[in-house]
């Protein structure tokens, strides 16, 4: 075990802390925030979310693959090894789902910020987003955990 390899595979396990944590407590606030119907309550959860997916989620997003790849270069394995191709098949639908939640939940945030604005009801639009970016955060989280999964597991596929 080197010392490169220890510092790739913290770089790593943060990282993964980081999408798995800043996930989680978005999807907990704005659910808890959709709840209440409160439309002060839920620009606020969305607002906070959004600006936390760009300080946290989006570099860790960014960082994974990277301290993956060096992390490959460290270990042996390759590209080729079956749970490696699935983790990174995984990956692949995790930001497939995690790009558009986002867009989604700024739609939602906007929604919300433009209702307080001019004292409105939240459209129906905006529960049909937050529907849509429920869906597809447990899409990401569980293609997060499941690529967890393979990486601790390392199976032989």
């Not at 978005?26 to 620009?43: E, K, L, P």
């Not at 459209?123 to 569980?142: E, K, S, V």
């Amino acid at each position: 075990m080197t010392v490169l390899y220890i510092i790739y595979k913290t770089i790593h396990i943060l990282g993964v802390t980081a999408l798995l944590g800043a996930g989680l407590r978005a999807a907990f606030f704005m659910w808890r925030a959709n709840r209440t119907g409160d439309v002060s309550a839920i620009a606020a959860a969305a607002r906070k979310s959004v600006r936390a997916h760009w300080l946290f989620t989006m570099p860790a997003a960014i960082i994974q693959p990277l301290s993956g790849i060096l992390l490959l270069s460290e270990t042996g394995y390759g590209f080729d090894d079956a749970w490696v191709k699935l983790s990174l098949a995984l990956y692949a639908l995790a930001l497939a789902s995690w790009l558009p939640a986002i867009w989604l939940q700024a739609r939602i945030r906007d929604m919300a910020l433009s209702a307080i604005g001019n004292g409105h009801a939240l459209p129906p639009l905006c529960r049909r987003h937050m529907r849509i970016w429920f869906g597809l955060g447990w899409l990401a989280l569980l293609s997060v955990i499941a690529i967890v999964t393979l990486m601790v597991q390392r199976p032989a596929l």
